[in-house]
């Protein structure tokens, strides 16, 4: 979710020197790239979650 984060902060900042003078195509790419890699990671670890709670348990000794 840190990641998701950066990456709206890392597209607000692109957006404001895109509209500003300065180099903004970068960072609003960048910035959309981490934004969509984290949501897309965010989504995947809640799927994995649901389907299997006791995934993130601990092996029971044999």
Do not use: C, Q, W
């Amino acid at each position: 979710m840190a990641l998701a984060a950066i990456g709206a902060v890392l597209t607000a900042a692109g957006a404001a020197l895109y509209i500003l003078p300065g180099p903004g195509v970068p960072v609003l790419f960048l910035g959309l790239a981490a934004l969509a890699i984290g949501l897309v990671k965010a989504a995947v670890d809640h799927r994995n979650r649901r389907r299997r709670p006791d995934a993130r348990k601990a092996p029971s000794p044999p």
